[in-house]
Protein backbone atom coordinates (compact mmCIF):
# COMPACT_ATOMS: atom_id res chain seq x y z
CA UNK A 1 0.00 0.00 0.00
CA UNK A 2 1.55 3.67 -0.79
CA UNK A 3 2.16 6.05 1.91
CA UNK A 4 -0.49 8.46 2.66
CA UNK A 5 1.14 11.82 2.14
CA UNK A 6 0.64 15.24 2.34
CA UNK A 7 1.70 16.52 -1.40
CA UNK A 8 1.18 20.33 -0.72
CA UNK A 9 -1.92 20.63 -3.32
CA UNK A 10 0.76 18.99 -6.28
CA UNK A 11 -0.77 16.50 -7.89
CA UNK A 12 0.69 12.86 -7.79
CA UNK A 13 1.69 11.34 -10.64
CA UNK A 14 2.74 7.81 -10.75
CA UNK A 15 5.06 6.07 -13.49
CA UNK A 16 6.07 2.28 -14.39
CA UNK A 17 8.96 0.49 -16.15
CA UNK A 18 9.26 2.80 -19.47
CA UNK A 19 7.63 6.04 -17.19
CA UNK A 20 8.80 9.17 -17.47
CA UNK A 21 7.40 12.71 -15.71
CA UNK A 22 8.68 16.30 -15.62
CA UNK A 23 7.08 19.21 -15.24
CA UNK A 24 7.69 22.97 -14.61
CA UNK A 25 4.81 23.11 -12.17
CA UNK A 26 5.15 21.58 -8.66
CA UNK A 27 4.20 17.34 -9.27
CA UNK A 28 5.10 15.15 -6.84
CA UNK A 29 6.12 11.36 -9.02
CA UNK A 30 5.70 8.33 -7.19
CA UNK A 31 7.44 4.86 -8.68
CA UNK A 32 8.69 1.61 -6.45
CA UNK A 33 12.22 0.21 -7.55
CA UNK A 34 13.64 -3.24 -7.26
CA UNK A 35 16.62 -3.68 -9.83
CA UNK A 36 15.19 -0.88 -11.87
CA UNK A 37 16.56 2.31 -11.69
CA UNK A 38 14.94 5.97 -11.31
CA UNK A 39 16.91 9.66 -11.70
CA UNK A 40 15.72 12.59 -10.62
CA UNK A 41 16.94 15.33 -12.73
CA UNK A 42 16.18 19.02 -11.53
CA UNK A 43 17.18 22.38 -12.85
CA UNK A 44 17.40 24.73 -9.50
CA UNK A 45 17.17 27.81 -11.41
CA UNK A 46 14.34 27.14 -13.88
CA UNK A 47 12.63 25.19 -11.10
CA UNK A 48 11.99 22.15 -13.29
CA UNK A 49 12.09 18.50 -12.00
CA UNK A 50 11.68 14.80 -14.00
CA UNK A 51 12.09 11.51 -13.29
CA UNK A 52 12.37 8.11 -15.11
CA UNK A 53 11.81 4.52 -14.37
CA UNK A 54 13.71 1.93 -17.02
CA UNK A 55 14.79 -1.82 -16.20
CA UNK A 56 17.98 -2.36 -18.14
CA UNK A 57 20.52 0.03 -19.88
CA UNK A 58 19.77 -1.09 -23.06
CA UNK A 59 18.40 -3.92 -25.50
CA UNK A 60 20.74 -7.16 -26.38
CA UNK A 61 18.48 -7.09 -29.85
CA UNK A 62 18.74 -3.44 -30.34
CA UNK A 63 15.48 -2.07 -29.93
CA UNK A 64 17.04 0.87 -28.25
CA UNK A 65 13.83 2.74 -28.62
CA UNK A 66 12.12 1.97 -25.58
CA UNK A 67 11.96 4.36 -22.49
CA UNK A 68 12.46 0.85 -20.68
CA UNK A 69 16.23 0.80 -21.31
CA UNK A 70 17.91 3.45 -19.97
CA UNK A 71 19.89 5.01 -22.89
CA UNK A 72 16.81 5.75 -24.37
CA UNK A 73 14.79 6.68 -21.31
CA UNK A 74 17.92 8.94 -20.14
CA UNK A 75 17.28 10.79 -23.04
CA UNK A 76 13.83 11.01 -23.33
CA UNK A 77 14.33 13.05 -19.47
CA UNK A 78 16.47 15.04 -20.44
CA UNK A 79 14.70 16.23 -23.17
CA UNK A 80 11.44 16.25 -21.30
CA UNK A 81 12.57 18.57 -18.64
CA UNK A 82 14.15 20.83 -21.19
CA UNK A 83 10.78 21.21 -22.72
CA UNK A 84 9.34 22.73 -19.91
CA UNK A 85 12.22 24.93 -19.37
CA UNK A 86 15.41 23.57 -18.09
CA UNK A 87 18.70 24.29 -18.74
CA UNK A 88 20.63 21.41 -19.62
CA UNK A 89 24.26 22.62 -17.95
CA UNK A 90 22.15 23.33 -14.91
CA UNK A 91 20.25 19.52 -14.58
CA UNK A 92 21.39 18.07 -11.37
CA UNK A 93 20.48 14.09 -10.62
CA UNK A 94 19.17 12.08 -7.92
CA UNK A 95 20.00 8.24 -8.56
CA UNK A 96 17.59 5.42 -6.78
CA UNK A 97 17.21 1.68 -7.53
CA UNK A 98 19.68 -1.29 -8.19
CA UNK A 99 18.22 -3.17 -5.57
CA UNK A 100 19.35 -7.10 -5.60
CA UNK A 101 15.27 -7.96 -4.83
CA UNK A 102 15.13 -11.33 -6.70
CA UNK A 103 16.20 -14.50 -5.32
CA UNK A 104 19.22 -15.13 -7.30
CA UNK A 105 23.20 -15.55 -6.93
CA UNK A 106 24.53 -11.58 -6.87
CA UNK A 107 27.12 -11.17 -9.62
CA UNK A 108 29.05 -8.05 -11.11
CA UNK A 109 27.03 -8.31 -14.27
CA UNK A 110 23.75 -8.85 -13.10
CA UNK A 111 20.99 -6.57 -13.88
CA UNK A 112 21.09 -4.28 -10.44
CA UNK A 113 25.21 -4.01 -11.17
CA UNK A 114 24.89 -3.34 -14.90
CA UNK A 115 22.02 -0.88 -14.39
CA UNK A 116 23.79 1.53 -11.47
CA UNK A 117 27.12 1.25 -13.50
CA UNK A 118 25.22 2.32 -16.74
CA UNK A 119 23.33 5.16 -14.43
CA UNK A 120 26.63 6.90 -12.83
CA UNK A 121 28.43 6.90 -15.91
CA UNK A 122 25.72 8.23 -18.26
CA UNK A 123 25.03 11.11 -15.96
CA UNK A 124 29.24 11.55 -15.76
CA UNK A 125 29.97 11.48 -19.62
CA UNK A 126 26.99 13.98 -19.93
CA UNK A 127 28.20 16.35 -17.34
CA UNK A 128 25.35 15.82 -15.24
CA UNK A 129 26.52 15.82 -11.43
CA UNK A 130 24.56 13.22 -8.82
CA UNK A 131 23.90 15.22 -6.07
CA UNK A 132 22.69 11.63 -3.89
CA UNK A 133 21.82 8.59 -4.21
CA UNK A 134 20.82 5.52 -2.81
CA UNK A 135 21.29 2.42 -5.02
CA UNK A 136 22.30 -1.58 -4.76
CA UNK A 137 20.80 -3.54 -1.33
CA UNK A 138 18.62 -6.23 -1.01
CA UNK A 139 15.11 -4.53 -0.70
CA UNK A 140 12.57 -2.60 -2.50
CA UNK A 141 12.33 1.28 -2.46
CA UNK A 142 9.26 3.17 -2.18
CA UNK A 143 9.92 7.11 -3.91
CA UNK A 144 8.27 10.03 -3.66
CA UNK A 145 9.90 12.95 -5.79
CA UNK A 146 8.80 16.49 -5.98
CA UNK A 147 9.71 18.17 -8.97
CA UNK A 148 9.83 21.95 -7.28
CA UNK A 149 11.79 21.77 -4.48
CA UNK A 150 13.70 18.10 -5.37
CA UNK A 151 12.97 16.76 -2.08
CA UNK A 152 12.28 12.95 -2.33
CA UNK A 153 10.90 10.45 0.17
CA UNK A 154 12.26 6.99 -0.12
CA UNK A 155 11.41 4.22 1.72
CA UNK A 156 12.98 0.69 2.00
CA UNK A 157 10.44 -2.04 1.49
CA UNK A 158 10.56 -5.61 2.92
CA UNK A 159 13.04 -7.64 1.16
CA UNK A 160 11.49 -10.07 -1.83
CA UNK A 161 8.91 -12.99 -0.24
CA UNK A 162 6.47 -11.02 1.22
CA UNK A 163 2.96 -11.26 0.30
CA UNK A 164 2.57 -7.25 -0.24
CA UNK A 165 0.41 -5.81 -3.29
CA UNK A 166 3.50 -3.77 -3.99
CA UNK A 167 6.19 -6.60 -3.66
CA UNK A 168 4.23 -9.20 -5.87
CA UNK A 169 3.44 -6.58 -9.01
CA UNK A 170 7.34 -5.63 -8.06
CA UNK A 171 8.52 -9.38 -8.61
CA UNK A 172 6.97 -9.97 -11.21
CA UNK A 173 8.24 -7.57 -13.38
CA UNK A 174 11.85 -8.18 -12.08
CA UNK A 175 11.05 -12.08 -12.66
CA UNK A 176 9.84 -11.12 -16.35
CA UNK A 177 12.61 -8.80 -17.40
CA UNK A 178 15.22 -11.55 -15.88
CA UNK A 179 14.18 -13.83 -18.05
CA UNK A 180 14.90 -11.25 -21.27
CA UNK A 181 18.55 -11.38 -20.25
CA UNK A 182 20.33 -13.88 -19.15
CA UNK A 183 32.76 8.11 -8.76
CA UNK A 184 33.01 8.52 -5.00
CA UNK A 185 29.74 8.21 -3.01
CA UNK A 186 27.87 11.96 -2.54
CA UNK A 187 25.98 13.21 0.05
CA UNK A 188 22.85 11.69 0.71
CA UNK A 189 21.68 13.52 3.39
CA UNK A 190 19.00 15.04 0.50
CA UNK A 191 17.14 11.77 1.08
CA UNK A 192 14.67 11.52 3.73
CA UNK A 193 13.87 7.99 4.35
CA UNK A 194 10.72 7.45 5.94
Known sequence: MALQLDTGG???EKIHI???CASRNPTVVRTILGSCIAVCLRDPINRVGGMNHFM???CATGGLDSACYGVHSMELLINACMRQGAQRNALEAKVFGGGHVLKMRETDNNVPQSNIRFTID???TEG???IAKDVGGYAARELYFFTDTFKTLMKRMAETGLNNEDM???E???AQFARQKAVP???DDDITLF
Open 10 to 12: RPL
Open 18 to 20: GGI
Open 56 to 58: LPD
Open 122 to 124: FLM
Open 128 to 130: IPV
Open 168 to 170: QEL
Open 172 to 174: SEQ
Open 185 to 187: DPK
